[in-house]
């Protein structure tokens, strides 16, 4: 008998299981450094492990409701394959965006987390849904009040999201990327 394809949950327990390696990483002296994207770059690893590593329990549940509320409503329209490749390529970048504005402001911060792939996967479940796509068919708007609303959109996403210590930069590129990946359907199977 087949398993069902599940990337929610294999997502999920990826994520316990870094927060669990960070915990144990701690008794034995290994800091939140080696999971985090931070200056200097010289631990390329953690470009991937920034995506699965949490900075806090409430950090890590925070984002495993918002991913099973996404996550479970997306799975059954792709592949295992392209949901984890998604997660992480965003994921990735969205980390590297939040870094990369950090270090031009003269600021740069450790990132951790999930929340710009998660926010990636909103940003897809908006735009690559044909409920939206029909009703944004129905409105006739010029293209700079399209582009308009798309930015207000990510605005209002990006406040309500923001806090002390959020990557918001983040938040603003994993959603923005999700958006444009949702018109291009890229987790359509092929």
Known sequence: MRRPKRPTVDLLLLFVGVYLLQRLGGLVGVGPEAFALATPLARPWTLITTVYAHASLGHLLANAVALLVVGLALEPFTTRRRF???????????????????????????????????????????????????????????RRARVALVVAVVLVVTVLTAGPGVAVVAHATGFVLGLVAGRLRVLRPT
């Open 84 to 142: 984890h490749g998604f997660v992480l390529v965003i994921g990735a970048l969205a980390a590297l965006t939040e870094y990369l504005v950090g270090v031009v402001l003269g600021s740069p911060v450790a990132v951790l987390g999930a929340s710009g792939a998660v926010l990636a996967l909103y940003g897809y479940a908006l735009a690559g849904n044909p409920l939206t796509g029909g009703l944004l068919a129905r409105i006739e708007l010029s």
